[in-house]
């Protein structure tokens, strides 16, 4: 239950930030994103998590990397 209930919070949360609730585009989304889901289910956790890791963590460096640009190029400001 526990699990279920995680990933039911984590849908409501993601699919709010794009798709009015209760209407027919969130409720398609609703079920777009579950059949995703269950999909993504039957490839393995150990093969998705050697797939996903990896990819998160070279996303990261372009966070931190693009981060530092902009503290680099941003103009100084005067302290008052």
């Known amino acids: 239950m526990m699990i279920y209930s995680t990933a039911a919070t984590s849908l409501y949360t ?3 930030r794009f ?3 209760n209407t027919n585009a969130y409720r398609g989304a609703v079920v777009v994103v579950c059949l ?3 999909g993504f289910g039957f490839i393995g956790f150990v093969d998705l998590v050697n797939t996903v890791y ?3 963590g070279y996303i990261g460096f372009i966070v931190i ?3 530092i640009i ?3 190029k941003r103009p ?3 302290v008052v």
């Open 36 to 38: 995703l889901g269950l």
């Open 14 to 16: 993601f699919l709010v």
């Open 76 to 78: 100084k400001q005067k």
């Open 19 to 21: 798709f009015a609730p």
């Open 70 to 72: 902009n503290i680099v």
């Open 54 to 56: 990896p990819l998160l």
């Open 65 to 67: 990397v693009s981060l």
